[in-house]
C-alpha cells in the first residue's frame, strides 16, 4: 500500500493532484504511508510549472469557465441534448436511460478517465468510457452518430460565449468608473501632450474621454462578434452528417430537425451552415480579435497613467502597507500599470495563434489546431480577464494630485498665453508685428533660462518689463486663468458620458462590480 499510494501521486498532473487532495478520504492505509503520500503531494506542487494566470492573474469565474469540471460538465449536456433530439426524431432511447444521464450530469470520474486515456490515447473516448460507467443504462447511446467535434467544437463555443459574457461585464465596470471619474475632474485644466511635448491644455476628465472611448469600440466588436457565434451542431465526420442520415433512415428533415433541437437546448438560436469536421477556426480568430482588441486599449491607458504618474499629476492606488521598491522605500511605482501592460503585450501577441491555426487548417480536418488552441483561447480569456481586474482595480481608486496638476500647467501656460498677450496688446494700441517679434525674442530667452539653467519660466516678467506691451502683472492675471484654455473640454466630456457611455450602462445588471481585488 506504501509504494502504490506514493507511486499514484508520481504520474497525477497538477489538476488531478489537487483533485487528489481534495477528494473524499480513502482508507487510512499502514502507518507511515499516508503521511508520506500527502508530503509528496505537497512537493510535487512546486517543482512542476504551473501557470501563473491560474495562480496570480485570472479571476474565479473566468478560471471556472475554462476548468475541467466547466468542459465535462459541458459534454455531458451536448450528450444529453443529442439524446433527447435522437430520441425525438425515432430513435430507440428510452426516457430512463436520458433521466440517468440527467441524474449523474454532475458526475465525472477524473480517474477512471485517466485510466481509460492512458489505455484507448483518445481524450473523448476516455470520457466517453468513463460516463458510460457511472450511466451503464446510457451507456450504449452515449455520443450515438457523433464524432469528436461534436462535444469539442461545441463546447469550445459555450465555452467562448460565456467568456465573452463575462468580458462584456467587466468592460462596462471599466467604463462606470472612468465616467465617473472624468466627470469628477471634467472642469481640471491640465497639460496635453503632443509628441510628448507640452501642448494646448486639456482636462484632466477630458482625457479620460480617450480611454474609454477605445473601449466602447472593443464593446462594438465584442457584441458584434458574440452575435456571430454559433454551435457547430451535428455535423459529422466530415461536415456531411452521413452518421446522422443514416440514423434517420436518410431523412433529411429529420437531420435538420435534430440539430435545431439540440442547439436550442444549449442555448443558440443557431448553427454554422456548413463545415468540416470543425467550425471554421476563423471563429477563434475572431474572438481573439476581439481580446487583443481590448489589451490595445488597456495597454494605452497603462502607459499613459505611467507617464502621469512620472509627472507626478495621478497615480494608480497605492496601499498603506505597499512596497515599491525593495531598494529604495520611498519608491511608489506604478507596479499595477506595469502588469498590466505585460499582460497586455500577451493578448497582443497571442492572437497570432489563432490567425495562423485558422490559416493551416488542412481540408475537412487536421489535429494541427488542437494543441495551439487549448493555449492560445483559454490563455487569451484568462490574461483579458486579468487585464480588466487590473483595469477595475485601478480606475476605481485612482488618484489625482490637482496642485501638482496646475503646477505643471502655470510653468508652461505664459507660452501658451503669449497670443492672448499679444492681442490685448494690440488693442491697447500697439503695433501687431512689433510686438510678435518682442515675444518671440523674449520666449527665447525664458526657454534658455528654463532648459539650460534650470530656472522658473520668466515670460510674463519679461512682457510686463518690456515698455511696449504697457502691461502689468495685474492686467495678465485674467488672461493667465487656466480654464480659458481648455476649450471645449468640459462640455465635450459630459455630452461623452451623456450620449454615448450612459446607454451602454443601462443594462446595469451586466456590470460586475466596481472594486476588485488584485
Known sequence: MKDKSFKRVLWLSPSERWRFRSAKPAPIPKKGSFRQAKAMVIKMNHDRYISPLSTRYAGKEMQYLFSEDMKFTTFHKLWIALAKAEKAMGVAISEEQIAEMEAHLQDIDYEKAAEYEKALRHDVMAQIHAWGDVCPKARPIIHLGATSCYVGDNTDMIIM???????????????????????????????????????????????????????????????????????????GTTGTQASFAELFDNDREKV????????????????VPVSGQTYTRKFDDRVLSVLSG???????????????QSFKELEEPFETNQVGSSAMPYKRNPMRSERMGALCRFVISDRTNTAITASTQWME?????????????????????????????????????????????AAELPFMASENILMDAVR???????????????????????????????????ICADPAFGISMEDLRPILDSHNYVGLAPEQTEEFVRTVVQPLLSSGEEIVGSEISV
Open 256 to 271: 435538420k430537425k435534430a440539430e435545431e433541437m439540440i442547439a436550442k437546448e444549449m442555448g443558440f438560436e443557431k448553427v
Open 161 to 235: 460565449r460565456e467568456a465573452l459574457r463575462l468580458v462584456r461585464g467587466k468592460l462596462l465596470t471599466v467604463l462606470q468608473n472612468l465616467s465617473e471619474f472624468a466627470l469628477r475632474w471634467k472642469d481640471e485644466p491640465a497639460l496635453a501632450y503632443t509628441h510628448l511635448q507640452p501642448a494646448q491644455l486639456t482636462t484632466v476628465g477630458k482625457r479620460a474621454t480617450l480611454w474609454m472611448y477605445d473601449l466602447t469600440l472593443d464593446l462594438a466588436d465584442l457584441d458584434y462578434v458574440s452575435s456571430s457565434l454559433c454551435l457547430l451542431g451535428s455535423k
Open 365 to 409: 480536418r487536421t489535429l494541427d489546431d488542437s494543441a495551439n488552441k487549448r493555449l492560445s483561447v483559454s490563455e487569451g480569456f484568462l490574461a483579458t480577464d486579468a487585464i480588466l481586474n487590473l483595469y477595475i482595480n485601478i480606475t476605481s481608486g485612482l488618484v489625482v494630485y490637482p496642485k501638482m496638476v496646475a503646477r505643471r500647467v
Open 294 to 308: 481590448i489589451a490595445q486599449s488597456a495597454y494605452k491607458f497603462s502607459n499613459d497613467l505611467r507617464i502621469l
Open 428 to 462: 491697447r494700441g500697439g503695433d501687431r508685428q512689433d510686438l510678435h517679434e518682442r515675444i518671440r525674442r523674449h520666449s527665447i530667452a525664458a526657454g534658455k533660462k528654463v532648459k539650460e539653467e534650470g530656472l522658473e519660466n520668466d515670460l510674463l516678467e519679461r
